[in-house]
């Protein structure tokens, strides 16, 4: 039905593009601001009023609209242009397989809180993820300075180096869920699993059964420990933030491959790495944090008990609240944690991060996917 | 015609002219470097299609996101100016086109002359990656062995010839 698929999208793009990324850039400043024990950014005002410094979003955005669109001299005029656009599509398009809520029923009406829901879906994301390399490369390339054209050459061997491992430290959680699904995945999350479980299938005897309350969610993070660092590392150094922002090293390339842009072109490429923050925080929720579930309190509970009281269409409408906010509390959480990194570790040398790739997140994340297939051979027996 | 036709002949098109925006593009090898690009991701569109997803996934990952950054990564090693990268034998250049031309020319006149074949009708899962898995790992598993150790060599060469530069 094409006017679901538009609500759907409305939604994501209402909450994602207008709203939560324009806020992040605040948040960015501010969190500096508190961790470095200043004041930040406090001084854009309408009448006085400054709403915590909220208004300078809003300021940004009037002043990079306002600015010159500055072409450098002997610059490739088409490539130079549409270079930003393909770095921001991406990260936009990206949001399309995120759950961002479950599997509801009205009667027999299925809802299901994604815009689309590919068998496939987490290979789409990587096959997106993987255009995004040509946006930076193109734009280093195309502004005819040799600052820029070193920041593309650094920008496209980092990222088609932790397009690598980015697949690899993910494949012990497809194995774990059976499924590329990110919609399946977040349902299969939505239960709890007995802690002292592994016991009984491994050493063979069975467990006292005022241990079986012991339960924890069943969450990727819990399978999957290494496996959430590792990815956390590598889709960070995708979106070339810092620690891992050699593409645009200021202290040695100025601003590295996007140093010619100006006015909203520099616009669109400060946007994308705001908008892909909130992707990356959507996608680890999704994958490794229970998606939209809440822990220890699984659908069929909040709407066979809602529901006995006001009706279950009620009960699905609160439920589906409830998810929604939920999913939404996860992913500021993972914003916010980006955002800590950002401000607490200093950048990595050029060798330190092809190092990080190659020799330690390769090589573990292949010892992670035979301990997990061995592990999960033991149990399933 | 369906929505489907339309989407197939759309991308068949971009294909076939960016295909040949990349090889008629003697000047600027970055636009021809993004001609193929451009032509990698309307196969893509195409395998979509044909519901092979993988494939369509695996096509934009590895052939558009990783094996084009890496010309482009040389040509902008080498800082390849325009006019620079003119042929110096256009002629053999221009007969192999054009023999080529007529192979195909030919195979079309062939194709379009004959009857086209009936759709088969496609088993549960198709072009999924279960069913891809599956049979790479039974039936094919030979091969796929045979391909990595192919791979181990290359890899293993390349760190050698590396090496002997560096020392």
């Not at chain 1, 130079?80 to 393909?86: C, E, N, S, V």
């Not at chain 1, 995004?132 to 070193?150: E, F």
């Given at each position: 039905?094409?006017i679901?698929?538009?609500?759907?999208?409305?939604?994501?793009?209402?909450?994602?593009?207008?709203?939560?990324?324009?806020?992040?850039?605040?948040i960015?400043?501010?969190?500096?601001?508190?961790m470095?024990?200043?004041?930040?950014?406090n001084?854009?005002?309408?009448?006085g009023?400054t709403?915590?410094?909220?208004?300078h979003?809003?300021?940004?955005?009037?002043?990079?609209?306002?600015?010159?669109?500055?072409?450098?001299?002997?610059?490739?005029?088409?490539?130079?242009?549409?270079?930003?656009?393909?770095?921001?599509?991406?990260?936009?398009v990206?949001?399309?397989?995120?759950?961002?809520?479950?599997?509801?029923?009205?009667g027999?009406?299925?809802?299901?809180?994604?815009?689309?829901?590919?068998?496939?879906g987490?290979?789409?994301?990587?096959?997106?993820?993987?255009i995004?390399?040509?946006?930076?490369?193109?734009?280093?390339?195309?502004?005819?300075?040799?600052?820029?054209?070193?920041g593309?050459?650094?920008?496209?061997?980092?990222?088609?180096?932790?397009?690598?491992?980015?697949?690899?430290?993910?494949v012990?959680?497809?194995?774990?869920?059976?499924t590329l699904?990110?919609?399946?995945?977040?349902?299969?999350?939505?239960?709890?699993?007995?802690?002292f479980?592994?016991?009984?299938?491994?050493?063979?005897f069975?467990?006292?059964?005022?241990?079986?309350?012991?339960?924890?969610?069943?969450?990727?993070?819990?399978y999957?420990?290494?496996?959430?660092?590792?990815?956390?590392?590598?889709?960070m150094?995708?979106?070339?933030?810092?620690?891992?922002?050699?593409?645009?090293?200021?202290s040695?390339?100025?601003?590295g491959?996007?140093?010619?842009?100006s006015?909203?072109r520099?616009?669109?490429?400060?946007?994308?790495?705001?908008?892909?923050?909130?992707?990356?925080a959507?996608?680890?929720?999704?994958?490794?944090l229970?998606?939209?579930?809440?822990?220890?309190?699984?659908?069929?509970?909040?709407i066979?008990?809602?529901?006995?009281?006001?009706?279950?269409?009620?009960?699905?409408?609160?439920?589906i609240?409830?998810?929604?906010g939920?999913?939404?509390?996860?992913?500021?959480?993972?914003?916010?944690?980006?955002?800590?990194?950002?401000?607490t570790?200093?950048?990595?040398?050029?060798?330190?991060?092809?190092?990080?790739?190659?020799?330690?997140?390769?090589?573990?994340?292949?010892?992670?996917?035979?301990?997990?297939?061995?592990?999960?051979?033991?149990v399933?027996? | 015609?369906?929505v489907?036709?339309?989407?197939?002949?759309?991308?068949?098109?971009?294909?076939?002219?960016?295909?040949?925006?990349?090889?008629?593009?003697?000047?600027?090898?970055?636009?021809?470097?993004?001609?193929?690009?451009?032509?990698?991701?309307?196969l893509?569109?195409?395998?979509?299609?044909?519901?092979?997803?993988?494939?369509?996934?695996?096509?934009?990952?590895?052939?558009?996101g990783?094996?084009?950054?890496l010309?482009?990564?040389?040509?902008?090693?080498l800082?390849?100016r325009?006019?620079?990268?003119?042929?110096?034998?256009?002629w053999?250049?221009?007969?192999?086109?054009?023999?080529?031309?007529?192979?195909?020319?030919?195979?079309?006149?062939?194709?379009?002359?004959?009857?086209?074949?009936?759709?088969?009708?496609l088993?549960?899962?198709?072009?999924?990656?279960?069913?891809?898995?599956?049979?790479?790992?039974?039936?094919?598993?030979?091969l796929?062995?045979?391909a990595?150790?192919?791979?181990?060599?290359?890899?293993?060469?390349a760190?050698?010839?590396a090496?002997?530069k560096?020392?």
């Open positions: 039905m094409p679901e698929e538009l609500i759907k999208t409305a939604v994501i793009l209402g909450v994602v593009v207008l709203a939560l990324a324009p806020v992040i850039t605040w960015e400043r501010k969190q500096s601001a508190v470095q024990d200043r004041i930040g950014a001084r854009a005002d309408i009448a009023i709403v915590l410094g909220l208004l979003p809003l300021a940004d955005v009037i002043k990079l609209f306002a600015k010159e669109d500055f072409v450098p001299q002997g610059a490739n005029r088409v490539m130079h242009t549409i270079a930003p656009l393909i770095a921001a599509m991406p990260a936009i990206s949001y399309g397989v995120i759950p961002f809520g479950g599997v509801y029923y009205f027999d009406y299925r809802l299901s809180l994604a815009v689309a829901d590919p068998d496939w987490i290979l789409y994301i990587f096959a997106i993820a993987s995004a390399t040509y946006g930076t490369v193109l734009g280093g390339w195309s502004s005819n300075n040799n600052w820029s054209l070193l593309a050459m650094r920008a496209s061997a980092q990222m088609i180096s932790y397009e690598v491992t980015m697949g690899l430290s993910l012990g959680i497809f194995m774990v869920f059976q699904s990110l919609v399946t995945m977040g349902l299969e999350q939505d239960t709890t699993m007995r802690v479980g592994f016991v009984e299938r491994l050493l063979g069975p467990v006292p059964a005022f241990l079986d309350w012991v339960r924890i969610p069943a969450w990727g993070i819990f999957q420990p290494l496996g959430f660092v590792m990815f956390l590392a590598c889709i150094a995708e979106n070339k933030r810092p620690p891992f922002d050699l593409p645009e090293a200021e040695e390339l100025i601003a491959f996007f140093m010619e842009y006015g909203m520099f616009g669109l490429f400060y946007m994308s790495e705001f908008i892909q923050v909130v992707v990356i959507g996608l680890m929720t999704a994958l490794f229970g998606g939209w579930a809440i822990p220890y309190l699984d659908t069929d509970t909040i066979g008990g809602v529901g006995s009281f006001f009706g279950t269409g009620f009960a699905t409408g609160l439920c609240l409830l998810h929604f939920t999913f939404m509390v996860k992913v500021v959480m993972m914003i916010w944690l980006q955002m800590a990194l950002r401000w570790l200093p950048r990595f040398r050029y060798d330190q991060v092809m190092d990080l790739c190659w020799k330690i997140i390769l090589p573990l994340s292949i010892a992670n996917i035979l301990v997990t297939g061995a592990v999960m051979l033991m399933r027996s | 015609m369906t489907f036709s339309f989407l197939f002949y759309l991308f068949a098109a971009l294909a076939v002219v960016s295909a040949l925006g990349m090889v008629m593009n003697l000047r600027n090898t970055v636009a021809a470097a993004l001609s193929l690009v451009v032509t990698m991701i309307s893509a569109a195409i395998y979509v299609l044909m519901e092979a997803h993988l494939v369509a996934a695996i096509q934009i990952m590895v052939y558009a990783a094996i084009v950054v010309f482009l990564f040389v040509v902008m090693l800082n390849l325009q006019d620079t990268f003119a042929p110096g034998r256009q053999l250049v221009k007969s192999a086109g054009a023999l080529a031309g007529l192979l195909v020319g030919a195979q079309l006149v062939r194709l379009l002359s004959s009857p086209l074949p009936e759709l088969p009708v088993p549960e899962g198709f072009g999924g990656y279960r069913m891809l898995g599956i049979s790479l790992y039974t039936d094919y598993v030979l796929v062995e045979m990595s150790l192919l791979l181990l060599a290359a890899i293993v060469g760190l050698i010839l090496k002997r560096i020392d």
